[in-house]
């Protein structure tokens, strides 16, 4: 992000995706209407004002090189790696054949 806008726009957006109301933002972080209505204006912000507004929105900052995108979460990275494999959620559950190879007494019983 390039500007305090687009920061604001991102604000709106998961604000909006969440289902909270500008005027709810006071029980999430304890700011009043007017002052985080500021904010999604684009006005300027300390940075603290800014983490505390992220955590309200369940966002996280994440500052990298120029010409870099952040690396994904660790959620993004499992479901991307899954994905590569081919394998969904179905797919990942344990065979009861499997858990017999591993925890059979090995007696043939």
Same mark, same amino acid.
């Given at each position: 992000m390039k500007s305090v806008d687009e920061i604001a726009a991102v604000l709106i957006e998961q604000r909006k995706k969440l289902g909270i109301e500008q005027k709810d933002m006071y029980m999430r972080i304890g700011m009043k209407q007017q002052q985080y209505q500021r904010i999604e204006a684009g006005n300027d912000v300390k940075l603290s004002t800014l983490l505390r507004v992220l955590e309200g929105l369940d966002l996280e900052l994440s500052i990298v090189p120029k010409g870099r995108k952040a690396a994904p +979460? +660790?959620?993004e990275a499992v479901a991307d790696s899954q994905s590569a494999l081919g394998k969904g959620?179905?797919?990942?559950? @344990? @065979?009861s054949d499997d858990l017999d190879f591993w925890f059979s007494s090995g007696d043939g019983a």
């Open positions: +979460s +660790s959620v959620k179905n797919e990942l559950a @344990d @065979d």
